[in-house]
């Protein structure tokens, strides 16, 4: 097989590319160029743990400490930060607030949480804001590795004891959530309708009615109309 000059040289310099992707790859963390991180928590001693992690895994980087969320905004006001690792629960301070304001003011600062509080709703609401990685406070050297490497190439990472908790809530919300129909049918049992009535309303037979019915209760493993009637009022479907 015979190749020409170009198709030699195109060859030549995709192995040569191919090549630098798997160093880079294989490049270590700490290999990276000096990075400024931030570190906001009321704990010292917590911090000063987090702050000796951060020194074998990016040696080169410059860290600073701050106890409370003001003075973490005076400082990225005056200067650049690469990284910010910040705790959920800091006495005095709206850290959501916070962290919506530092993704919508500095885009380019790779965030993670590290924080005692396991509320899923909150998790699922700071990744939904941008938020890279969320530990929790029992977080080991490596996962703390991880989550700084997967922020740094632009993915999320959230620690071991804490994905089979979101998991768990993913699919039990997936099992909960009602379609549009399924809420419009709810809403007329819980306004006292019957089947018949809930039928002809919606121009539906009554074994589509009641095969709706019957999914709404599994869904929301409820067992009565008077259990449905009072879930429609404690969730406002009215």
Same mark, same amino acid.
């Given at each position: ?62 860290? !600073?400490? *701050? ?33 919506? *304001? ?14 005692? !509080? ?51 809530? *993913? *699919? ?67």
């Amino acid at each position: 097989m015979r190749f020409c000059i170009q198709q030699v040289y195109a060859i030549s310099v995709f192995c040569y590319c191919k090549q630098r992707k798997i160093l880079s790859l294989m490049l270590d963390f700490a290999d990276i160029f000096p990075l400024r991180i931030m570190l906001v928590d009321d704990h010292l001693m917590f911090s000063q743990g987090i702050a000796e992690l951060l020194k074998k895994i990016a040696p080169r980087s410059e860290l !600073s400490l *701050f106890s409370s969320v003001q003075k973490a905004m005076i400082a990225l006001e005056k200067s650049k930060y690469e990284f910010l690792i910040c705790d959920l629960l800091i006495p005095g301070s709206n850290v959501m607030e916070f962290i919506a *304001f530092c993704r919508k003011t500095y885009p380019d600062l790779y965030i993670i949480i590290v924080s005692s !509080s396991m509320n899923a709703g909150n998790i699922k609401e700071l990744f939904a804001d941008g938020v890279h990685g969320y530990l929790s406070k029992a977080v080991t050297y490596n996962e703390l590795k991880m989550a700084l490497e997967k922020a740094y190439n632009g993915e999320r990472y959230i620690s071991s004891d804490l994905s089979g908790k979101m998991a768990t809530v *993913f *699919f039990e919300e997936r099992k909960t959530r009602l379609t549009r129909k399924e809420l419009v049918i709810l809403r007329t049992i819980a306004d006292g309708k019957t089947v018949s009535e809930t039928a002809k309303a919606l121009s539906l037979s009554t074994a589509t009615v009641m095969s709706h019915r019957r999914n709404i209760m599994f869904k929301l493993d409820l067992h009565s109309a008077a259990e449905l009637v009072k879930y429609a009022f404690e969730n406002n479907l009215f």
